[in-house]
């Protein structure tokens, strides 16, 4: 199979390219995301491959269509950036629903243990020869509540970490999974009892802007609030406002935001950035943003590629797509 492999960085060639001749197709690797000037490189490809800011709507959907693109490949377990409904009938859609949910979970722990004993402004004070400790201080996890949004693959890797700490847990779920060594509870008992809220369920109708002003106010004090799930889970302006205005939060980390696209993943360094929330939020010194790269492990990108080349095989072969994602409408 031909595919056209969009936002290509030179990390998603180290697995793709070697195991595309394993799989026996050929890949042309495009920089740029799949938008309507971008869209005419699939020309002769029979599958587009995209991620995360990759936004794949209607327009762009009925295009490949009239291309004969047979197969939308997300090299990503979110399929919230791609219109499923407007899908249905025309192109199938396939994702990696599970390459490492420990890839995540792991990075979310390691988000949570900087806001909270604040290594990354130690880092620079050091380097610095500024060897103060004052304003570094932060709270034992130990015996502290936990307070997980989202209790599937993610969800329940962070809990076995946090449980390892010795958190209490408090999860909420559409779907509980009372298996669990947990108390599930509802979503306004988690926000009033949290130390940690952390953030693994999908965006959706239902969860966009899941943490807003009214949610944050029933926060407790000295809350840490991490999101490595989809950005848009947060109401960013919502959040900028709580942290200019009240002392609410011991610290937020977000891998994620709901404005990400075409920013993250870029190097700005040189441009003027027109983003004011996310100016902003990158100027106080308890938040810590990074550039979606919860999943960048070794093991997961290997992961991506195998179960994308494997999607795109079944698609090529006509046979069973375990891997599709189909409209619920
Ligand atoms: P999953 O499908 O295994 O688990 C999601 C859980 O969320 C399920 O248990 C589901 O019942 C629950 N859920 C659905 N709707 C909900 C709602 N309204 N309220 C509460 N819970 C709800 O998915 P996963 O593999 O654990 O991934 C979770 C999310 O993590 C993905 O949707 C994706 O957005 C994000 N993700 C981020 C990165 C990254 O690099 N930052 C990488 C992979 C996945």
């Given amino acids: 199979m031909k595919i056209a492999f969009y936002g290509a960085k030179p990390y998603d060639r180290v697995w793709f390219e070697p195991l595309s001749k394993e799989y026996g197709h050929e890949l042309l690797f495009i920089d740029s995301l799949l938008t309507t000037d971008t869209i005419p490189l699939a020309n002769s490809c029979q599958a587009v491959c995209v991620f ?11 295009i490949l269509a009239k291309m004969n693109v047979k197969g939308i490949l997300l090299r990503c377990a979110g399929f919230n950036n791609v219109d499923i409904q407007a899908a249905n009938g025309k192109i199938k859609v396939l994702r990696v629903p599970s390459y490492s949910p420990e890839a995540i979970a792991e990075f979310a722990v390691a988000l949570l243990l900087t806001i909270n004993r604040k290594t990354h402004r130690a880092y620079s004070r050091t380097r610095d020869f500024n060897m103060t400790i004052q304003g570094l201080m932060g709270m034992d996890l130990h015996g502290k509540t936990a307070g997980v949004i989202g209790t599937g693959k993610i969800g329940r890797s962070m ?34 009892s949290s130390d940690v809220i952390s953030l693994h369920c999908p965006l959706t109708e239902e969860t966009h802007h899941l943490i807003n002003k009214e949610t944050i106010s029933k926060m407790k004090q000295g809350v840490y609030l991490v999101n490595t799930s989809r950005g848009a889970l947060i109401d960013s302006a919502d959040l900028l406002d709580s942290l200019r205005t009240t002392k609410i939060f011991g610290g937020v980390a977000l891998d994620v935001y709901e404005e990400e696209e075409g920013l993250f993943y870029e190097d700005n360094s040189d441009k003027v950035i027109h983003d004011d929330i996310l100016a902003r939020l990158t100027t106080f010194p308890h938040v ?13 990108l290997e992961a991506i590629a195998r179960v994308t080349l494997e999607n795109a095989t079944a698609l090529e072969n006509n046979k069973t797509l375990t891997n599709e994602v189909i409209s619920q409408q």
């Fill in 159 to 192: 809990i076995k970490i946090l449980q390892g700490f010795g958190m209490k847990i408090l999860a909420y779920d559409l779907y509980p999974d009372y298996s669990l060594d947990i108390e599930y509870t509802n979503l306004d008992t988690l926000f009033s």
């Fill in 52 to 62: 995360v800011n990759d936004r794949v709507n209607k327009e762009l959907i009925d």
């Fill in 288 to 300: 810590l943003i990074t550039s979606h790269q919860a999943f960048f492990t070794n093991e997961a």
